[in-house]
């Protein structure tokens, strides 16, 4: 039996709070219809997700199959490498209004041209690297307006450890946290290699004590999409 495929369209949308137009592509369900009701999951490196996790094809087959609720997925790309920094590196001078732009611009657009729930616990943000550092503090700045995270092997630093340790609604909150137990010596993109495993372990030790929801898993592998696209079956199902 063919799996009805969905359809992922291109949209764009102005940005007051970065100044630009902000591409988007946005996948709707092969049985999408207006009468129905959909959960979120919006993308960091939008592309990616689309092309190497091969997300679209995987929700094809879970909402055909029933495993997963109604899901729109938008993926939001990166223009270049350096465009990528300034969004989502914690230090990035477009960092802020990146996070602003997600919950004062984005998410009402969403609400707006799509029957969504308009709910922050059946809005998801996921991203691999520094994609999933900038998820994580959207939704620890906004939590009311998302409620989960899926953190593939995220850039972590004390600056984010100091966000998470200061956080107080962990009962909004709903994470799953994966990192490679390879994941020791990562190429950057500014050329400098870094350890990620131990930041990220520290990480999990928070989510833990603070008693979040929270799901956390090391696979045997290093910092690549061979490791975060199949994962991504258990990710989806695991949070939808």
């Not at 009701?37 to 996790?53: H, M, N, P, V």
């Not at 953190?151 to 956080?167: A, C, G, R, T, W």
Request: proline share 5%.
């Amino acid at each position: 039996m063919e799996i009805p495929k969905g359809t992922i369209k291109e949209h764009s949308i102005k940005s007051n709070e970065l100044g630009e137009d902000i591409l988007l592509l946005i996948y709707l369900p092969a049985n999408f219809s207006p009468l129905f009701k959909y959960s979120l999951l919006i993308a960091q490196d939008g592309r990616d997700y689309f092309q190497l996790g091969k997300i679209g094809r995987l929700a094809d087959e879970y909402l055909f199959n029933r495993e997963i609720e109604n899901l729109i997925i938008v993926g939001i790309p990166y223009k270049n490498v350096g465009d990528r920094r300034r969004k989502y590196h914690p230090d990035g001078d477009q960092h802020q209004q990146y996070i602003r732009f997600l919950a004062h611009e984005l998410v009402p657009y969403l609400d707006q041209e799509f029957p969504t729930y308009q709910m922050g616990s059946t809005r998801a943000l996921i991203g691999d690297s520094l994609a999933a550092t900038v998820s994580l503090m959207i939704a620890l700045q906004y939590p009311h307006s998302f409620g989960k995270v899926l953190l593939q092997s995220p850039y972590i630093n004390e600056k984010v450890l100091d966000m998470v340790n200061s956080f107080t609604e962990t009962e909004l909150l709903e994470i799953y946290h994966i990192v490679g137990n390879l994941e020791t010596e990562v190429q950057t993109t500014n050329g400098k290699t870094s350890d990620f495993l131990s930041p990220n372990r520290r990480l999990s030790t928070i989510f833990t004590d603070k008693s979040f929801t929270y799901f956390y898993d090391e696979f045997d592998g290093d910092h690549t999409w061979t490791y975060w696209q199949p994962d991504l079956k258990r990710a989806l199902k695991r949070m939808f």
